[in-house]
């Protein structure tokens, strides 16, 4: 059974930091994109950052630029999203997507399977 679980999201104070991790089960991440998209209450799903199968290329939201992060790691078929200098519009619940053709796109109808979600909480 294919499926996708994120973890690491909970509750910081502006500026904090969080991993947000996203495993993989019963396929493999190595040689598909990887989406993180965020829902905020009342707001429409938004993409936050994508790594791209072929070369690893990585692409962010503008308001993430220079604080978030996406990387895999292929041994744990795990792929990551850094998120530092965290501020309160990034409250949201963040959800990872797998794009098995393996490129990245912004919208979310073009993934093929994703996560339950985990929420961040930035609050002072």
């Known amino acids: 059974q294919m499926q996708l679980v994120e973890s690491g999201g909970g509750s910081v104070r502006p500026g904090g930091s969080l991993t947000l991790s996203c495993a993989a089960s019963?396929?493999?991440?190595?040689?598909?994109?990887i989406g993180w998209f965020r829902q905020a209450p009342g707001k429409e799903r938004e993409g936050v950052s994508c790594?791209?199968?072929?070369?690893?290329?990585?692409s962010y939201q503008d308001s993430v630029k220079g604080r978030f992060t996406i990387s895999r790691d292929n041994r744990k078929n795990t792929v990551y999203l850094q998120v530092n200098s965290l501020k309160p519009e990034d409250t949201a619940v963040y959800y990872c997507a797998v794009q098995i053709v393996g490129y990245c796109s912004e919208y979310g109808a073009d993934y093929d399977y994703w996560g339950q979600g985990t929420q961040v909480t930035v609050s002072s």
């Open positions: 790594i791209d199968a072929s070369d690893d290329s990585t």
């Open positions: 019963g396929f493999i991440l190595e040689d598909k994109a």
